[in-house]
């Protein structure tokens, strides 16, 4: 954890392109030009809903524009057929080292960001990032949702953990709580160095695995369990880095409602946020800061989602 980012998620937004301007977007549509006219068998239609559904932006979600320029189509680079039950580094690198990235962005192919269509209902999920500034515990926010027997999914990350041992395995022991990968390091999840905010990525194959696996081990360390789900920090991610996580077995999170803008909306906004969530919908709060509005804005909405008669899921 030697390499912490001294910034998070909660980047204002005007800097929010700064590590993806037009020259990086165009030279990488060009990329994802060059490659489909280089791969005519590829021209195939769009990918099976089988194989994530197309969503539509979510709500308030920024640099929406550019998830939907790179948002080119095919994917011809599955999951690799036979990966091992527990790929090592040096495996990840030879299977995927030279695959080229042809998507960055929110909704990269397979990434969960909507439920499927006969979900029970609304998953919660809040991030918990760490790092200078954000390793706070939001106690009131999860005080809500236990008196509430509100489900969520948690992701945790790393540094978050190492600041808060306690509530770490607080949390974990509670059933009401699935406990997920938010990272080692919190970067985005790109095999190119792309960035997100200002933050940049991991650069290459090798990273996305340290990015996945020490954290890994560390929550299993506390459940006992194999994490199921993965977010990144700023859920950034590249077509390549989803083939890695699901070969790691690890399934990547989005979401479909940004409910707390990386924890920068007041409690007047995230209730009305969180309040236009329906069943399938994942929203996406932060658990890390608790000076924010989130937990007073989520209140809020959960009580009148709750007295509409809507009602809450962990993840599938
Ligand atoms: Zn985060």
Known sequence: MGKELAVELHVPRHLSRAGN??????????????????????????????????????????????????????????????????????????????????????????????????APGIALTFDFCGGPGGSGFDQALVDTLRQRRIPATLFLNSRWIAANPAATHQLAADPLFEVANHGTSHKPLSTTGNAAYGIPGTRNAGEIYDEVMPNNDVLEGITGKRPRYFRPGTAYMDDVATDILGALGVKPAGFSINGDGGATFSAAVVAREVGKARAGDVVICHGNHPNGGTAEGLRQAVDKLLAAGMSFTHLP
């Open 21 to 118: 301007g037009p020259g990086r977007r165009a030279v990488l549509l060009a990329a994802v030009l060059a490659v489909s006219a280089a791969m005519p068998d590829r021209q195939q239609p769009p990918r099976p809903a089988a194989q994530g559904p197309d969503l539509p932006a979510p709500d308030s979600a920024p640099d929406s524009a550019v998830s939907t320029i790179l948002h080119s189509g095919p994917d011809g680079d599955a999951v690799a057929a036979n990966p091992p039950a527990a790929p090592s580094r040096a495996w990840v690198v030879d299977t995927y080292g030279k695959r080229p990235a042809r998507y960055w962005g929110l909704e990269a192919p397979g990434v969960l960001a909507r439920m499927p269509p006969a």
